[in-house]
């Protein structure tokens, strides 16, 4: 168990410190289960009555919640981001592997740099290059002449196809399979003939990838994942999809082949994206939308239909489907009004 004086806590976050900075500090926890040596924090005044029956040793806050604060504090500015970095100085996460496990297949051909830990029962093959410090879990297949970049952690069960570059301080979560063929196939009557995948897959450098998350290789170009994308478990990005810095794609999420997204986006759970279009920086698509054209620009979009009682959504739906046939109506109808109507 990890413990700190609240005053060094206070130091370490650039917090003002409001009470005892000797108090022993050993996790984070939320407003209604923290206990004493525990502490939280306030993001949103609207939860601000809940301090009263807080029994956290210190909470986190803004100077405007402090009045209704009976515990120690730390004053800040932004407490979800502060909560965020006092979530890493807490961590205790276990590390994916220790040392090099005398069960991890490597080939004499690969390039290792200094303090790596590779998990029992790895394969690394050969020609692949791991930076310094990287840490891979148990169960992981590096393919030949991948490259991972310093710092990047892998747990259980990732597999990395040969030739995709992943960059610096990644993270990426059991079951993620990078660098798998993409859809390709052409059609000689009827039957399905396979297109080679002959490019890769590049990924930046500080990204963060869920957990059973697949991410194709391009078919000939490469499919590029900038620097700063967090991406969410189980989506599916296919051959030559682009994703700019620091764009976040929530769990769920299909991307067709060859979509372009912008920079700073946000994609909601489970939508579903078209390919062969752009989307622009800036761009919030909200959850289980489907996207079947361009964005051109910033903004909120939205598809789909809020959830409704049975009886309600089989009207809406019945309503949807004859929607062409009303519209034929109005417009008959506008037409005979129009021509009752004598011209001024």
């Given at each position: 168990?990890?413990?700190?004086?609240?005053?060094?806590?206070?130091?370490?976050?650039?917090?003002?410190?409001?009470?005892?900075?000797?108090?022993?500090?050993?996790?984070?926890?939320?407003?209604?289960s923290a206990q004493q040596c525990q502490i939280t924090f306030l993001s949103n005044s609207r939860y601000q009555k809940k301090l009263e029956s807080c029994q956290a040793s210190a909470v986190v806050l803004t100077q405007e919640d402090l009045p209704h604060?009976?515990?120690?504090?730390?004053?800040?500015?932004?407490?979800?981001?502060?909560y965020a970095y006092m979530a890493q100085l807490?961590?205790?996460?276990?590390?994916?592997?220790?040392?090099i496990s005398p069960?991890?297949?490597?080939?004499?051909?690969?390039?290792?740099?200094?303090?790596?830990?590779?998990?029992?029962?790895?394969?690394?093959?050969?020609s692949a290059v791991i930076g310094d410090n990287v840490v891979i879990g148990p169960g992981c297949f590096i393919g030949k002449c991948a490259r991972i970049g310093a710092g990047t952690r892998m747990w259980a069960n990732v597999t990395i196809y040969h030739a995709v570059e992943i960059g610096k301080h990644c993270l990426i979560q059991s079951g993620t399979v990078i660098g798998s063929d993409g859809f390709g196939y052409a059609n000689e009557h009827g039957n399905w003939i396979k297109i080679p995948q002959l490019g890769t897959v590049i990924i930046g450098d500080h990204v963060e990838i869920g957990a059973c998350t697949t991410i194709d290789r391009g078919a000939l170009d490469n499919t590029l994942i900038q620097n700063g994308v967090i991406i969410d478990n189980q989506c599916q990005i296919a051959h030559n999809v682009v994703i700019g810095e620091n764009?976040?794609?929530?769990?769920?999420?299909?991307?067709?082949?060859?979509?372009?997204?912008?920079?700073?986006?946000?994609?909601g759970g489970a939508s579903v994206l078209n390919g062969h279009m752009a989307i622009a920086d800036r761009v919030v698509v909200t959850g289980m939308s489907m996207v079947m054209?361009?964005?051109?620009?910033?903004?909120?979009?939205?598809?789909?239909?809020?959830?409704?009682?049975?009886?309600?959504?089989?009207?809406?739906?019945?309503?949807?489907?004859?929607?062409?046939?009303?519209?034929?109506?109005?417009?008959?109808l506008e037409r005979k009004i129009g021509k009752m109507i004598p011209d001024k």
């Open positions: 168990m990890l413990s700190i004086r609240l005053a060094d806590l206070a130091q370490q976050l650039n917090a003002k410190l409001h009470g005892d900075g000797d108090l022993i500090i050993t996790g984070v926890a939320s407003m209604h604060c009976r515990s120690a504090a730390l004053v800040v500015k932004n407490p979800y981001l502060t807490m961590d205790t996460t276990p590390v994916p592997a220790q040392n069960s991890a297949v490597i080939s004499p051909m690969v390039k290792l740099g200094k303090h790596v830990a590779i998990g029992a029962h790895t394969v690394i093959e050969q764009t976040a794609i929530a769990g769920g999420v299909i991307m067709a082949g060859s979509l372009k997204i912008g920079r700073y986006c946000k994609i054209r361009p964005i051109t620009e910033p903004g909120v979009y939205t598809s789909g239909i809020p959830s409704q009682p049975n009886k309600v959504w089989r009207k809406t739906a019945a309503l949807v489907m004859n929607i062409n046939k009303i519209n034929k109506r109005l417009k008959t």
